[in-house]
Nanobody
């Protein structure tokens, strides 16, 4: 059975940091890519970052480059999203997902096979 569980969300002031974790079980962690997406109220789910299974490839959306870092620890079956210099516009529910790397399509939610339940991140101004 594939299961993804996110944790680490919370309330933080602008400029602060959070580290999100995505713990995977079953076949999920052997998927070629793990991605982080976020969804703010009234908005569509958007791509944040993704990382390849071996950790060599990583990609970020422009708005988080230089502030967020995606990493993984395969021994712990966990992918992390370190978020620094947080802004109020980063407020959203953050989801992790696994699926194929899928080239440029890998920034689209539809490319991913399995999703976690999400963790809320709220950044106050």
């Amino acid at each position: 059975q594939v299961q993804l569980v996110e944790s680490g969300g919370g309330l933080v002031q602008a400029g602060g940091s959070l580290r999100l974790s995505c713990a995977a079980s079953g076949r999920a962690f052997s998927s070629p890519a793990t991605g982080w997406f976020r969804q703010a109220p009234g908005k569509e789910r958007e791509f944040v970052a993704r990382i390849s299974w071996n950790g060599i490839l990583a990609q970020y959306t422009d708005s988080v480059k230089g502030r967020f870092t995606i990493s993984r620890d395969n021994a712990k079956n966990t992918v992390y999203l370190q978020m620094n210099s947080l802004k109020p516009e980063d407020t959203a529910v953050y989801y992790c997902a696994v699926g194929p790397w899928a080239g440029v399509q890998g920034t689209l939610a539809k490319a991913y096979d399995y999703w976690g339940q999400g963790t809320q991140v709220t950044v106050s101004s």
